[in-house]
């Protein structure tokens, strides 16, 4: 059976030093390439383009689409204008990914949104965010982690009808956490399909048959660590076969 062919947003680089410095790179974590090609996956990599017929082109490619962690989600594309606490926007990146989740939709391509990932699909679909988690009053929780980035750090609780839940067979699980932003408003049509125990968001999907799945956790960078974050990998790229 053919294998899967799974586009990975990537993000841009300009190191100020090194052999090549001052040169733009597109680059993408490698444990993402890892998490994919071990669930049986070909993973390529989606460089951030402007041009939309090319974007077309690379979504014609697809199996499936991971939509990366990177930097924020710019305020402006839900409404509001930069707080203090915004960190680094990359505005090309948003319109790249945006459009490309359109065309992917349309084509009911399945699409696994991590982090910043599943914040876009949230503003794809009319949803809000927190620009910083300390926006949202409820919490005392440490939702960017300290510790290493692999390590397990707060409980989520899943809703057991989600797909999220067929993902990862579990209904609570420990994930790490590495955001500073997280879904204020859900976008119409979507469901919270996990959360903290404060209450915040971590996990959200479209209602209904279409694959639209977002997790605020990284998965990826637990697969060595923890066997159900691999098998949460094996269980989308089933969902392309
Ligand atoms: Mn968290």
């Not at 914040?119 to 620009?131: E, K, P, R, T």
């Not at 009808?161 to 879904?183: E, G, M, R």
């Amino acid at each position: 059976m053919k294998k899967p062919i799974v586009g990975i947003t990537t993000n841009t680089l300009t190191m100020a030093e090194g052999v090549n410095p001052n040169i733009e790179r597109s680059y993408v974590n490698y444990d993402y390439v890892e998490a994919l090609t071990l669930a049986g996956a070909v993973p390529i990599l989606l460089p951030v383009i402007a041009d939309q017929k090319t974007i077309e082109a690379q979504c014609a490619l697809l199996d499936g689409l991971v939509l990366t962690g990177g930097p924020d989600v710019n305020p402006l594309l839900y409404g509001e204008e930069p707080s203090d606490k915004l960190e680094c926007i990359y505005p090309e990146r948003d319109e790249f990914e945006l459009y490309l989740i359109k065309k992917a939709v349309k084509k009911l391509i399945p699409i696994l949104g991590i982090c910043r990932g599943m914040q876009l699909i949230n503003v794809a679909f009319g949803g809000s965010l927190y620009q910083d988690v300390s926006h949202y009053s409820k919490t005392e929780l440490q939702h960017r982690q300290q510790a290493k980035q692999h390590v397990p750090s707060h409980t989520i609780d899943i809703i057991p009808t989600s797909k999220l839940y067929q993902l990862l067979d579990s209904k609570q699980v420990i994930t790490n956490s590495l955001h500073h932003q997280a879904v204020k408003k859900i976008a119409p049509g979507f469901i919270a399909s996990a959360s903290a125990r404060d209450g915040l968001i971590e996990g959200i999907e479209k209602k209904g048959k279409d694959f639209i799945v977002g997790v605020q956790w990284h998965p990826e960078k637990m697969i060595k660590s923890q066997t159900g974050m691999q098998r949460f990998f094996n269980h989308f790229v089933d969902v392309l076969k």
